[in-house]
């Protein structure tokens, strides 16, 4: 199956995953710790729901960092 | 109108007037140092992609974690970038869950050229976000129309722009921000955006506005340090000079020096 996180195609040899597994081929275990939110397919993922949110073939992650602003 | 006695957002009581940015500073210790001078207690802020490799964006959220922490202050999450309500909504939620804050500042641009902020998109994500249970501080023009549907709706904070993001021109439509805040009474107004000098920082709180809201015009400054401090004071000259109720200007001269008993007056006749 392939998706994308930020644009990038990540492919992975099973058919489905949830958001957990899908950040863990993207992100290190100590970027894990780092603050980020997640939205799939452009709507937002809550953290309490990543166990339960599938990743499809052809999904979209935004994986968002906090950053200075005006 | 009477201006409150200090900032009201939402019901919070904020002890500055002045928001700023944490953006283009030329480093993340100008920025402290210039965010802390500027004696503001709200700071925004965003969230973008990133790689995380980069260390360089958890250093500058340590950074702004610091001075907020340091100043008592608040974080103002924006959704810089967005041009759907969709987008914006879901950008918002995201920065609520990061930043554990239900204030967002909205941004929704509707022009590439001159970011102006598209009124349709704009009024629809505030709708959706307040029923979302968000304190919702839009960034909108200098529309009284759209001004007033953002207040029907239940927007207590008000966002204006003097003119557009990052030109730093000033008050391009004073007559437009003034009929705002004449037809406005009892919305907390917050100038956002355009800000060039600490005058026009002052000219808005002349005119009764509640707050100011600016990022490039500290950080792009020579001296950003020295120019926060300038603005914090501007601020406070203009919040108190409208306080103190100004003179009306009149169409004649009027001599301020009593003239009775002048010596040497020219008597008629």
């Known amino acids: 199956m392939k998706f994308f996180i930020n644009g990038q195609a990540i492919t992975i040899a099973t058919e489905s995953a949830n958001i957990i597994i899908a950040l863990q081929h993207y992100l290190t275990p100590e970027q894990h710790q780092q603050s980020f939110a997640v939205a799939l397919n452009g709507n937002f993922i809550g953290k309490t729901d990543y166990q339960h949110t599938d990743v499809n073939q052809g999904d979209s992650i935004d994986l968002l960092f906090p950053i200075q602003g005006g | ?269």
């Open chain 2, 1 to 269: 109108m009477k201006l409150s006695q200090e900032l009201i957002i939402y019901g919070q009581p904020v002890q500055s007037r002045l928001l700023i940015g944490s953006a283009l500073y030329p480093s993340p210790e100008i920025m402290k140092q210039a965010i802390l001078a500027s004696e503001s207690k709200i700071v925004t802020l965003s969230l973008k992609r990133q790689n995380p490799a980069e260390q360089s964006g958890a250093k500058i959220w340590q950074y702004i974690q610091d001075i907020v922490k340091e100043s008592q202050g608040f974080l103002l999450p924006n959704t810089a970038g967005c041009k759907t309500a969709k987008e914006a909504v879901t950008l918002a939620k995201m920065s609520r869950e990061i930043f554990q804050t239900d204030w967002i500042k909205l941004e929704v641009i509707g022009d590439d050229y001159n970011l102006q902020p598209d009124p349709i998109e704009l009024l629809t994500a505030t709708e959706q976000l307040l029923n979302d249970g968000f304190k919702v501080l839009p960034y909108c023009t200098d529309d009284l129309v759209i001004c007033q549907r953002l207040y029907d709706l239940g927007c207590q904070v008000i966002m204006p722009w003097a003119s557009p993001i990052g030109t730093g021109k000033g008050l391009m439509n004073p007559y437009n921000l003034e009929t705002i805040r004449l037809r406005l009474p009892n919305a907390t107004l917050i100038l956002d955006a355009g800000i060039g000098k600490p005058s026009d920082a002052c000219l808005a709180m002349e005119m009764g506005y509640d707050g100011v809201l600016l990022n490039s015009a500290v950080a792009l400054a020579d001296n950003p340090v020295l120019m926060a401090k300038a603005f914090a004071q501007a601020v406070t000259a203009g919040e108190q000079g409208y306080i103190a109720g100004m003179m009306q200007q009149r169409q004649t001269a009027h001599p301020s020096t009593p003239t009775l008993e002048t010596p040497f007056w020219h008597q008629q006749g």
